[in-house]
């Protein structure tokens, strides 16, 4: 089953329940930390994946395992790239929130540098979902178990009034 992650631009002292939201960190806000962070809103643990451009060129990580009702950081400190991009699983029930960017992956820990020849370097392709973070120094994404809207892994929110 597809599963949705959808980002929402919040004030970061917004508590108000939702459904799928990611959730914009405002750079004005006191005592704000500049990351890039995953919660996962399901009961179960998942594992997750990110993605980005480094200097060097594309790097691959994972995986961090996210307990349900959790979140964990995975990349600390100022965030250097506007687009990053994530892909999970649910390792109790199946499932995975992913999108249509192909990167390499591996069964076990891994930092991968490149994102083409996945097979042929002995490592696993996976489709992963784009956020563009605006150039913002902190981030952070929602997993829920809603099922994505019409096969989308990510739709942008709009701002409360």
Request: charge should be positive; avoid cysteine.
């Given at each position: 089953m597809r599963r949705a992650a959808t980002l929402r631009t919040l004030p970061a002292r917004t508590a108000f329940p939702f459904l799928?939201?990611?959730?914009?960190?405002?750079?004005?806000?006191?005592?704000?930390?500049?990351?890039?962070?995953?919660c996962n809103a399901t009961p179960n643990l998942v594992g997750v994946?990110?993605?980005?451009?480094?200097?060097?060129?594309?790097?691959?990580?994972?995986?961090?395992?996210i307990e349900g009702s959790t979140c964990k950081t995975l990349i600390e400190g100022p965030l250097s790239s506007r687009f990053y991009y994530l892909y999970a699983e649910d390792a109790e029930r199946g499932g995975r929130w992913d999108g249509p960017i192909s990167m390499c992956v591996a069964e076990k820990e891994f930092k991968i540098a490149g994102v083409n020849d996945c097979f042929a370097r002995g490592f696993q392709r996976a489709g992963f979902q784009e956020y563009d973070t605006g150039e913002q120094a902190s981030w952070m994404v929602q997993l829920t178990d809603e099922p994505a809207a019409d096969g989308l892994a990510a739709v942008p929110g709009q701002s409360p009034q």
């Open positions: 799928v939201a990611g959730l914009l960190l405002g750079g004005g806000v006191a005592g704000a930390r500049a990351d890039f962070r995953v994946g990110i993605g980005y451009r480094a200097k060097a060129g594309w790097i691959t990580e994972g995986w961090w395992h």
